[in-house]
């Protein structure tokens, strides 16, 4: 078949270890797709080089012959990006991929995943090396987006950002600071008037990446929560009661008066819900914003296998509680036809998908590192050896 | 769920073994038939096995500590099922105290008070609560009875009754007072409708016996009636109490997923069905899930002894008349 | 006793009264919450009905709009696949209970039956995630399926739900039928089995088919085993060897979700369950009342 022959003539023109995909556009595709996000360079007609020699040319609609129904479950931080990803592809390129995604939090996914019940999975906690050993076989790691986990709340009269630092919010979850005006809320919100009431603290039930960022965060500022619950998924949390997903934490502060909860921007925002200004590393009480968030990657490092935290960034203007989220797949992929649509999916996603970031709430992810998943897409994930993406 | 045994065992065999012919392939089909309630048998038996393999890790390392410890630590592997079982006990027993003290009111006036205009619907009313699924009484829970209790209920206990050793903390639309008055209503239905077959059981001569000496209908009620239903009463609250033990989303809504031991009544808690359903899909290990199972075979265990003791208490009292409750 | 001065009599009337009072307060409170419950079902499901709930799925999280026919559909589905699964073994078990079952196999059956019954659902649903969705993968080399959570297994979940339910209806149905049909049958000559198959569980059938509307009630309104089986699926699909979204789930995820139109959603889906289960308990009533029972 056509493919083998293209999948057999690249093999011969890899040889060693770079991947010099010099595959322009074949018989099919055609037309190269739409320009992506402003941020980056276009991945289709823009040769972005890529680590060794060689350009990448592969349309961001080279999935829209594909057939496949997907299942994938994982991050709830996520969840409003990847249906409406898996809701704009199909209409928009590929009508014939289904991509079923179920918000159960970031624990379930990487669950799923090792139990293979799911085609990926999602999550905004990076697998630890344990879990990534309990797993089928290699992993493979793909960012999709920034996001910031904000700090919500729901105050009578306090419909204003609030200015919370490090410190005063792990007090807040640990217990020792219990009322609305304490000295150290009070302190840092001049002119404000804040309530005697107790505080409701709301946290996740269940296992989750967003509390995986936001503890990651609490252990770097506060000394008491590092010894204490440390950084998790799903810590021994002092106080407070759960929700579950962010939609569950979002929605328990809604509900409750005097709570504070911690969600993933887009929730707060699409929920007329206020959040704080949190004080980053350089001193400064930073918004969350989608540029405050894209900030907080930049001169960072990406490693090889993108799992990296981005955390309590020293970069001025960046906003301290951001992630990575990141779709996860096995690196070698047992059934070719699905493997395919998810690279494909996962393509189009990491270029034309980007542009509906920000109004999601999420960052767009920064191009030195669209530029390394445009080479794992096209080399590190296979099925049954072959690669995936071919600009057939 | 199937109370009694049925009335009376006749003996099918004896007549069919004067009188019947059964032909070549009545062996076989008995034996089919044998052959799937046997395999309904090897089932359960089977499920009671899996479910036992499945949590062996947690019980072989936790053992009966489980029962005690507090700890829940799934990225530490610890793991102490405390706070759940309090929790369950807690909601559970509080639901069945207002759940009888209302049910059996009810049943009572059903059966000696209301006329059979007001008694027929009543029933039947009563009857359709049974038939509503917990998912929408925990639908309702979130968006009725929390904020009811945050804004209204909860202030109003906390003026009057703040004194009291387990009432303390903002008055959440969470957690265990939500619970207990869910379930408090989710169980009514089969305690009114076993308690009202229970009291009409009661026989007549009971009643005018009593009321032949002069007493009122109350007296007549406490003295004659009531101590004659008692273990059947008795057996309708504690099947309440198991439907109430084992009750998973509704309960999942409104406890307000905290894992810590609750010490208020408006303390966020959970159960250790809804700590299951909460928790089941993600776990971060198999010690984990073994643990989770673990709590899902106690659950087990707990509603099994609860049912036994039920059915025994109700078929002493009915003695065998067929009520089937099916919830 | 209680001695009958007219001070005393006095007394005990009050007693009587209040007790009355609180008696009669109990059989009216108990309607309350059911009216109540209703009430909101009205006023807050029916408005947020229209054709769009009917017509469409569900779209993306946080957009408004779309609708949850992947939800009905899907309960329609497992409903069928839990009659499908779980009648037969429930009748074939009531049938055995009944007319063989009278010795210690027949005591031990029964009492595991009961056991079923009273396995609270979550803890089936755990079950059927470890023997079935974890073993997806045998199943699926003999269907060519490549999903491990499908609604095969939540249908498998809820017929066990189902099962003791129905096995005790109609074991009980089929005692009812007096001994003397039997009999007559056997006089003429039928073989038991026939007898039993053209006789006796016609003669209980309407009870039977009470009881299996009943429990597909119960059933209908399960999602707690559904949870690790069929998983929910935001797509339309009516295979069985794929997730399924289900009534109860869809409501329960939008239950905890914070927005409003999830919310409304949620008390369309709910007024739409519960008048669907109400249906189903009128007309099991019913059924039992026909002549010819």
Known sequence: MALAAVGALLFAACGGGTSSSDKTATASAGKPAATSAATKPAGTAAASSTAGSGNVTIPTDVGKDDSAKLTGAGSTFANPLYTRWASDYKSKVASGVEINYQSVGSGAGIQQLTAQTVDFGASDAPMTDAEAAKAAGPVQHIPTALGAVVITYNVAGVAQPLKLDGDTIAKIYLGKITKWNDPAIAGQNAGVTLPSAEIVVVHRSDGSGTSFIFTDYLSKVSADWNAGPGTSKNPQWPVGLGGQGNEGVTQQVKQNKNSIGYVELGYAQNNNLPYAQAKNKSGEYITPTADSTSLAATGVSIPADYRVSIVDSPTKGAYPIVGFTWIIMYKDQKDATKAKALADWLWWAIHDGQSVEASLGYAPLPADVVKALEKTLTTDVTSGGAPLLKGS | MQLTEPRVRPDFQHAEGLFARHGRLEPIFRGAVTLVALSVLLLVLLMVYELAHQAWPAIDKFGLRFLWSREWNPPKERFGAFPFIVGTLVTSMLALGFGTVVGVGAALFLVEFAPAWVRVPVSYMVELLAAIPSVVYGLWGVFVLGPWIQHTAGPYILDYLGWMPFVHGPPLGVGILAAVLILTIMILPTIVAISRDVISAVPRSQREGILALGATRWEMIRIAVLPYARSGVLGAAILGLARAIGETLAVALVIGNSTNVPDSIFSPAYTMASVIANQFREVENDMHRAALIYIGLLLLLITLIVNAIARVLVWRVTKGQITTVIE | ?293
């Open chain 3, 1 to 293: 006793m209680i001695a009958a001065t007219s001070r005393n009599r006095r007394r005990r009337r009050i007693v009587d009264t209040i007790a009355s009072a609180a008696i009669t307060g109990a059989g009216i409170g108990v309607i309350v919450p059911l009216v109540v419950i209703l009430l909101f079902l009205f006023v807050k499901g029916l408005p947020a009905l229209h054709v769009d709930l009917f017509t469409q799925n569900p779209g993306p999280t946080g957009v408004a709009g779309g609708g949850i026919k992947s939800s009905i559909v899907g309960s329609v589905l497992l409903l069928g696949l839990a009659l499908v699964m779980g009648l037969p073994p429930a009748i074939a078990t009531g049938v055995y209970l009944a007319e063989y079952g009278r010795g210690r196999l027949g005591f031990v059956i029964r009492f595991l039956v009961d056991v079923l019954a009273g396995v609270p659902s979550i803890t089936i649903g755990i079950f059927v995630y470890t023997a079935v969705v974890l073993n997806m993968g045998n199943i699926n080399r003999f269907t060519g399926g490549d999903q491990k959570f499908t609604a095969f297994a939540g249908g498998i979940a809820l017929a066990l739900i189902m099962l003791p339910i129905v096995s005790r209806v109609t074991e009980e149905m089929l005692l009812l039928v007096p001994q003397m049909t039997r009999e007559a049958s056997y006089a003429l000559g039928v073989p038991k089995w026939r007898t039993i198959l053209t006789v006796v569980l016609p003669a209980a059938s309407s009870g039977i088919m009470t009881g299996i509307v009943l429990a597909s009630a119960r059933v209908a309104g399960e999602a707690a085993p559904l949870l690790f089986t069929a998983l929910g699926n935001n797509f339309y699909s009516t295979s069985i060897f794929r997730p399924i979204d289900a009534l109860p789930l869809r409501i329960f995820t939008y239950a905890t979700g914070p927005f409003p139109y999830q919310h409304d959603q949620a008390w369309a889906g709910s007024f739409v369950l519960v008048m669907m289960v109400l249906v189903m308990s009128i007309g099991a009533r019913l059924l039992l009342r026909r002549p010819g029972r």
